[in-house]
């Protein structure tokens, strides 16, 4: 589990693939506690479990249904990647919950600045964006941010210059994929209408029922 917030940028060192499974080998900054293996970090928001370590370049293993399910199949040596590692009990929760499980991707159309702010706008499938609700929370690469519009085709975010600076956000271009998880509540939401009667009857006392009012 984790909040989506981004506590540093590595640099892809390497991208192997072989059959079905690959290794992503990433440059990092040591961290203020020492990484062990078999931690859990969230890669661009993709949940990879540290295989190797060998000073500050850090290893995991990919499956190939990973890498083409999200965009580090993508991802070239040199690029810049968000890094988080896994929520310990008594964490400070300073995003939202995120599972590291990237639901698929989206493809930025517009990247503007707008005083200081940054908007992007992000087009997605229509089964990604039903899942989505206007000032509802976001992964984005693994960066937890809040959905300013929505439509049948596209969403958008704003970026504050802090998130520009400190994340891999700064260096996306148009055209460049990024990867999406929608919010863990709005899953169990959405399970739930698809679950209705036959009617399709929603009432308050069902929500309340089911714990969402």
């Known amino acids: 589990m984790f909040t989506g917030i981004i ?12 059959g079905g499974s690959g290794r992503l080998v990433i440059e990092a900054s040591p961290w203020k506690s020492p990484l062990v293996l078999g931690e859990s970090i969230a ?8 295989a190797a370590m060998d000073g500050s370049q850090l290893s995991f293993d990919v499956l190939d249904e990973t890498f083409r399910k999200t965009s580090l199949g993508e991802k070239r040596s040199g690029q810049k990647v968000n890094l988080e590692r896994a929520l310990c009990v008594g964490d400070s929760l300073g995003g939202h919950f995120v599972t590291g499980h990237v639901d698929g991707i989206g493809e930025v159309r517009e990247i503007k ?12 499938s229509s089964e990604l964006l039903r899942g989505m609700v206007p000032k509802g929370s976001i992964a984005l690469d693994g960066i937890s941010l809040t959905i300013v519009e929505l439509t049948g085709e596209y969403f958008s975010v704003h970026i504050i210059p802090h998130t ?50």
């Open 164 to 213: 520009i600076e400190e994340t891999a956000l700064g260096g996306l271009k148009s055209g460049a994929t990024v990867n999406l998880e929608t919010d863990m509540i709005g899953k169990y939401v959405q399970r739930f209408l698809r679950g209705a009667d036959a009617a399709g009857r929603l009432t308050l006392e069902k929500l309340r029922d089911a714990g969402f009012a």
């Open 43 to 50: 890669v661009n928001g993709c949940c990879l479990t540290v």
């Open 7 to 18: 506590q540093k940028t590595g640099k892809i060192v390497e991208i192997r693939r072989s």
């Open 113 to 124: 600045q707008i005083g200081r702010d940054w908007s992007f706008r992000i087009n997605a």
